[in-house]
């Protein structure tokens, strides 16, 4: 009984934390999934897939309500989507080849330079 | 539409179809480099992901990666979650929900760079359950 209620708190929590950030910001649900999928029992590779499909009814409610309030059309996201599909297919094939640990330094280097840029503008 | 536009949504699909920070990539691009409001940013962001999420977690689905049963658990709260943060960014407003959104760039960023390599930290997991059992 312990541990079923150790598990459900943390299933709870995990869920509030990436919910409401990816809800917050638009975005970062999926990192934060990631780490926390793994905390719990899950693999590095099964995290990353499962964190996708923890995401996915996030996201459509967040960007329902991001319609909801005005902040974005449905129109200006159009033009991204299509190299983005062709991306997402490429990257389920690549998840299981590689392991992008360099492409994920360059890519925190880049993060922290848009992170200052941010917090300057 | 420009190249760079193109290539933000390849590399946004790419890295949002692994869970690895795909949308940081759109938003950044869009609130960093070109004239898109903070809040609008998130918003394309989150109208752009549904489709590519939706395609990586079929594809996934099909090669029964996913964990249901505990994924949809976790999204049924997670749902709550998002409607505690839309609250959240319509009481901050775009500019200071920027801000956050450039912290949090920088501490993500920062752990990536300082990441170690996946066998590494497997090394260590396994030698940490064997303590346990």
Known sequence: ????????LLTAVTGLTIGMVNGLLGAGGGMLAVPLLKKSGLDQKEAHSNAVAVILPISILSAALY???NYVGLTQALPYIPAGLLGAVAGTYLLK??????LKRIFGLFMVYAGVRLLLK | MN???????LFSGILGSM????????????????DTGQLTSQGINLIFFIPIAAVSVIIYSYKKQIKWKYTLKI???????AAVG??????????????IFGLLLIFLGIKEIFRKSDKTVAKKEKTCYTKNE
Do not use: E, N, Q, R
Request: glycine share 16%; no cysteine; hydrophobic share 50%.
């Open chain 2, 86 to 99: 839309l609250l959240l960014t319509d009481f901050l407003g775009g500019k200071i929900t920027g801000k």
């Open chain 1, 97 to 102: 080849k590689i392991s992008p640990l360099w």
């Open chain 1, 67 to 69: 319609l909801y309030k």
């Open chain 2, 3 to 9: 190249i760079s536009a193109l290539l933000a949504g």
């Open chain 2, 19 to 34: 869970g690895l920070g795909g949308g940081a990539v759109l938003v950044i691009y869009l609130s960093v480099f070109t």
């Open chain 1, 1 to 8: 009984m312990k541990k079923f209620s150790k598990t459900s």
């Open chain 2, 75 to 81: 999204a049924a709260w997670g749902l709550a979650g």
